[in-house]
Nanobody, 114 residues
Framework: VQLVESGGGLVQPGGSLRLSCVAS????????MRWCRQAPGKERELVAA???????YYADSVKGRFTIPRDNAKNTVYLQMDSLKFEDTAVYSC?????????WGKGTLVTVSS
């Protein structure tokens, strides 16, 4: 299993970014995919998830601002982040639980700063 994130960067408050996570090594369309984040000095938190059937979950802190679409043809899950806030600054990582094992990508850094 391999997960490779991209799309992070520096953005001003109120701006937008789209993160991508390209997956390989497992039947992507059959699994729930998650985006998590870890801010400096804080514990990792689940931001959003999308099931194989397309059901979604969002943390209260991002509800209405973030969306998590997936493209099964491209083995890719996205995190569309709009109306970004200072507190969204974190390393964002993609996650999948396959055959009893949690897999993580290396993450991509998002910095919200003016």
């Amino acid at each position: 299993v391999q997960l490779v994130e991209s799309g992070g960067g520096l953005v001003q408050p109120g701006g937008s970014l789209r993160l991508s996570c390209v997956a390989s090594g497992f039947p992507f369309s059959s699994y729930t995919m998650r985006w998590c984040r870890q801010a400096p000095g804080k514990e990792r938190e689940l931001v959003a998830a999308i099931s194989s059937g397309g059901s979604t979950y969002y943390a209260d802190s991002v509800k209405g601002r973030f969306t998590i679409p997936r493209d099964n043809a491209k083995n890719t899950v996205y995190l569309q982040m709009d109306s970004l806030k200072f507190e969204d600054t974190a390393v964002y990582s993609c996650n999948v639980f396959v055959n009893g094992v949690d897999y993580w990508g290396k993450g991509t850094l998002v910095t919200v700063s003016s």
